[in-house]
Each structure stands twice: as C-alpha cells, then as structure tokens.
C-alpha cells in the first residue's frame, strides 16, 4: 500500500513538472509598470531583483522571469550583454516539448573587472558629518537663537528658537553646522572654499513673531548658540564606482582636520569639480612627485618618473572646482600636492 502511495506522488509530481504554469503564475503584460522591450539587455551592475523590482509591480516576479530564461544557469550571475525575456513568448513560439541538441560555441567578449564595494556606512557618516561651501556662504541662512530652557548646549529631540533669513514653511529640515578649515589653492594660496562640519539637523515647528521654534532630529555633537543653519542635504548613498572617459588631472588640496598626512579611508579634498568632467563614485589615482636626483655619472641633475602611491573615489563632485574624496589604498603616505589623475579598470 504504501509503495503505491509513493508511486502515485511520484506520478503527480512528474505530472506537475510537465504541464505549464497556471495564468496566475505566470509573467503577463499587467505585471508589468512600465513599458520595456523585449528582449531586455542586462547593464553593468543589474541583478534580477533590481530588474524585477524596477520593471515590474511585484518584483518577487523574478523567480518567473528566470524560470523563462534557463539559459542563466545562476541567478546572481547575470553579465551586460545577456537577453532577458519577461514572458514565456519565446518558448511558446516554439510550441510543445522541444528536443535540444548542444553545440559548442565559443564567445569572446572584454574582461570585466569586478569592482569591490563601497563601505556605504563610511560614506554616510562622512557626508553626513562633513561638507564644503563658497567663502561667501560662511553666514548661512540664518542661526541657532536660544532654547526654552536657556540651556547653552542641545541635543536630539531638544527645543530650540532660530532666526532665519528667509520665510519657512512648518516642517524645513536644516543643517546645523560650523566652519573649520579654509581650503587654499597650495601654489597661489587663494582661498577656494571652506570645509564645515555638521552638527544635526532641525526640523522647523512653527512661527512667532519672526522667531521659529525648532527641534533637533538628528545630532552629531553638542549644537550651541550661534551655529549657522543652511537647507538640509540629502547624502548619496548610492555611489557606483567609474572612470572618465578622458584624461583628468589635478592635485590634492586638504586633508581631513587640517592634516599633512593622509592614508586609506581618510577624506581629502581635490582641486576638480563638476566643470572638469568629475561624477560621484569617479576612481582616480594619486601619484607622488619624483625627486631631483644628482646623476653621478654624467654630473647632472635628473627629475625621477612619478610615482603611484593610492587610490581615492569621489564622494561629492561640486561646480565650484573644490570635492570631496575618499582614500580606498594608499602604499605610502600621502600629502598636499600630490597629483591626481584619472585612471581605467585595470
């Protein structure tokens, strides 16, 4: 008795393997929100779950849309360049069961260089803790006035009175924030801007008289009386790493905290922007100037080749011709002045 049982299981279970999916199963044109055609090529950097969640209204459609593309023998290994079908149109227009015969083929395409991430933690505290602004925004749009309480310092969650500049409706976040360093250009030593630090975030209540109340949503350090507020930014956690497409050069103009040394995972500033083809997430490489050495054979001097000491990835790319950037390898230590360049995948 129980041997039939197990046969009649198996019996079902090749039967349901054999027969195609039911229309709720499947992948219909009204899964879909948002119009694509078909095939769909696979980008650098799409997963099958990016896909499905982009694509379609339920993306945990995606073990349906491999299901019609069992050429992708692995579903976290999809290459730019693959085809993807969203319906079974293909294996329909081909009928019932189909005999298929393997061939050998070969293909050839460029090798493709698997980038490491990005440590999105690192790069939320530092844009989160950091910035950069024109000399003449040092006032921002207004200030941190006082607190109910006549308390001298404030935290998350603590009410606060400020002054601003311009009107504000109910609910305006700002930066609260102070300024630091001044960023110099190294050989005119003109001042190109200003490094600030954050220090939270408030959010606007209401309006008296020309005072607002505010309280405090996000802090970082002690706020004080007197630091400046500016409209609150959104940092770009989504930062893919990329390279120029033509030739970039520059030089290394600040290191975090007024520094003269800097190593892996440590902030700098460039003297490039949005106006010399610098994009978020561009990976450039930092080179040490070669040394003037006496050539003892011919009695002459001779300026060694540079040298190429790290690596850094640009976090904020701004128009002002002054960003933000990140260390991700350094093999000796690396200073102001030192040249920057673009780099390609290796």
Same mark, same amino acid.
């Given at each position: 008795?129980?041997?039939?049982?197990?046969?009649?299981?198996?019996?079902?279970?090749?039967?349901?393997?054999?027969?195609?999916?039911?229309?709720?199963?499947?992948?219909?044109?009204?899964?879909?929100?948002?119009?694509?055609?078909?095939?769909?090529?696979?980008?650098?950097?799409?997963?099958?779950?990016?896909?499905?969640?982009?694509?379609?209204?339920?993306?945990?459609?995606?073990?349906?849309?491999?299901?019609?593309?069992?050429?992708?023998?692995?579903?976290?290994?999809?290459?730019?360049?693959?085809?993807?079908?969203?319906?079974?149109?293909?294996?329909?227009?081909?009928?019932?069961?189909?005999?298929?015969?393997?061939?050998?083929?070969?293909?050839?395409?460029?090798?493709?260089?698997?980038?490491?991430?990005?440590?999105?933690?690192?790069?939320?505290?530092?844009?989160?803790?950091?910035?950069?602004?024109?000399?003449?925004?040092?006032?921002?749009?207004?200030?941190?006035?006082?607190?109910?309480?006549?308390?001298?310092?404030?935290?998350?969650?603590?009410?606060?009175?400020?002054?601003?500049?311009?009107?504000?409706?109910?609910?305006?976040?700002?930066?609260?924030?102070?300024?630091?360093?001044?960023?110099?250009?190294?050989?005119?030593?003109?001042?190109?801007?200003?490094?600030?630090?954050?220090?939270?975030?408030?959010?606007?209540?209401?309006? #008296? %008289?020309? =005072?607002?109340? !505010?309280? &405090?949503?996000?802090?970082? /350090?002690? $706020?004080?009386?007197?630091?400046? +507020? *500016?409209?609150?930014?959104?940092?770009?956690?989504?930062?893919?790493?990329?390279?120029?497409?033509?030739?970039?050069?520059?030089?290394?103009?600040?290191?975090?905290?007024?520094?003269?040394?800097?190593?892996?995972?440590?902030?700098?500033?460039?003297?490039?922007?949005?106006?010399?083809?610098?994009?978020?997430?561009?990976?450039?490489?930092?080179?040490?100037?070669?040394?003037?050495? #006496? %050539?003892? =054979?011919?009695? !002459?001097? &001779?300026?060694?080749?540079? /040298?190429? $000491?790290?690596?850094?990835?640009? +976090? *904020?790319?701004?128009?002002?011709?002054?960003?933000?950037?990140?260390?991700?390898?350094?093999?000796?230590?690396?200073?102001?002045?030192?040249?920057?360049?673009?780099?390609?995948?290796?």
């Amino acid at each position: 008795m129980i041997f039939k049982q197990i046969v009649l299981l198996l019996g079902l279970a090749f039967f349901a393997m054999a027969i195609p999916a039911s229309a709720a199963d499947a992948v219909t044109s009204n899964d879909i929100k948002v119009d694509v055609s078909k095939p769909y090529v696979v980008k650098q950097g799409d997963t099958l779950w990016d896909i499905a969640n982009y694509f379609f209204k339920d993306p945990f459609k995606w073990l349906k849309i491999w299901e019609h593309n069992l050429q992708i023998t692995n579903p976290d290994l999809i290459y730019p360049g693959n085809k993807i079908w969203f319906d079974g149109r293909q294996k329909q227009q081909q009928g019932g069961l189909t005999r298929v015969q393997p061939k050998p083929q070969i293909i050839i395409r460029p090798v493709q260089r698997m980038e490491a991430k990005v440590d999105s933690s690192l790069i939320l505290t530092t844009l989160q803790r950091q910035g950069f602004i024109q000399p003449n925004q040092v006032q921002g749009v207004g200030y941190v006035l006082d607190s109910p309480d006549e308390r001298l310092n404030y935290g998350i969650n603590d009410h606060v009175y400020l002054k601003l500049d311009a009107p504000a409706s109910i609910g305006s976040l700002f930066d609260i924030f102070r300024s630091t360093d001044v960023i110099h250009e190294p050989a005119s030593q003109q001042a190109m801007g200003i490094i600030i630090k954050h220090m939270g975030v408030i959010k606007v209540t209401s309006q #008296q %008289d020309g =005072v607002y109340r !505010g309280t &405090v949503v996000k802090a970082f /350090e002690e $706020i004080s009386r007197g630091d400046r +507020l *500016k409209p609150a930014h959104d940092a770009n956690l989504h930062i893919v790493p990329n390279y120029a497409d033509h030739p970039i050069a520059g030089r290394l103009l600040y290191i975090r905290n007024d520094g003269r040394e800097a190593g892996q995972n440590q902030v700098v500033g460039i003297n490039l922007g949005l106006h010399e083809g610098l994009t978020d997430g561009m990976k450039m490489s930092i080179f040490k100037a070669g040394r003037l050495v #006496q %050539d003892k =054979v011919s009695g !002459g001097q &001779v300026l060694l080749p540079q /040298e190429r $000491i790290g690596e850094l990835l640009v +976090l *904020k790319a701004l128009p002002s011709g002054v960003s933000m950037a990140l260390i991700t390898q350094s093999t000796a230590p690396i200073n102001i002045g030192d040249a920057v360049h673009s780099t390609k995948p290796q």
